[in-house]
Nanobody, 122 residues
Framework: QVQLVESGGGVVQVGGSLRLSCAAS????????MGWFRQAPGKEREFVAT????????FYADSVKGRFTISKDNAKNTLYLQMNSLKPEDTAVYYC???????????????WGQGTRVTVSS
């Protein structure tokens, strides 16, 4: 069974850090694009960051650029999102997702995890 499982969410104070993980299983993701999205209460899901598994090229939403870092561990088939300098507006459920090869940067994702909740308290 192909699946993505996120972990690492929690409650953190403003200015703090968290690292989210996304364990991928069931197939190799070496030719895929992997991404992080988030959905805040009452808002639509939005793109956060993406990485091309084979090349490691990254792209970020403006709202997180310079604060968040997406990375991967090929050996563990795991995706990460290091989040620093967290703000209250970062509060959301965070999802990892995969997209087939050659998909656009922010769309085309067709496999999703169940999400992990991040709450930034002031």
């Amino acid at each position: 069974q192909v699946q993505l499982v996120e972990s690492g969410g929690g409650v953190v104070q403003v200015g703090g850090s968290l690292r989210l993980s996304c364990a991928a299983s069931g197939r190799t993701f070496s030719s895929y694009r992997m991404g992080w999205f988030r959905q805040a209460p009452g808002k639509e899901r939005e793109f956060v960051a993406t990485i091309t598994w084979i090349s490691g090229n990254t792209f970020y939403a403006d709202s997180v650029k310079g604060r968040f870092t997406i990375s991967k561990d090929n050996a563990k088939n795991t995706l990460y999102l290091q989040m620093n300098s967290l703000k209250p507006e970062d509060t959301a459920v965070y999802y990892c997702a995969s997209a087939p090869p050659l998909s656009p940067v922010t769309t085309g994702y067709n496999l999703w995890g169940q999400g992990t909740r991040v709450t930034v308290s002031s």
